[in-house]
């Protein structure tokens, strides 16, 4: 059998990233995120939109 390692190792300062401004739909929070599936951190919708 023959075994690849696919995970990858990055060092990522948190402090360094900025994410992306979003506005829930349901409950108006106001929120930073990153990724494709983006939910609210406060009542877990997602219908959010950049803003």
Same mark, same amino acid.
């Given at each position: 059998?023959?075994? %690849?390692? #696919? #995970?990858?190792?990055? $060092? %990522?300062?948190? $402090? *360094?990233?900025?994410? %992306? *401004?979003?506005? !829930?739909?349901?409950? /108006?929070?106001?929120? /930073?995120?990153?990724?494709?599936?983006? #939910? !609210?951190?406060? !009542?877990?919708?997602?219908?959010?939109? /950049?803003?």
């Amino acid at each position: 059998m023959c075994f %690849i390692d #696919s #995970s990858v190792n990055v $060092d %990522i300062d948190p $402090d *360094q990233v900025t994410g %992306i *401004q979003y506005v !829930c739909g349901e409950c /108006k929070n106001r929120f /930073k995120g990153l990724g494709k599936n983006v #939910s !609210c951190p406060a !009542c877990g919708s997602e219908d959010v939109e /950049k803003s």
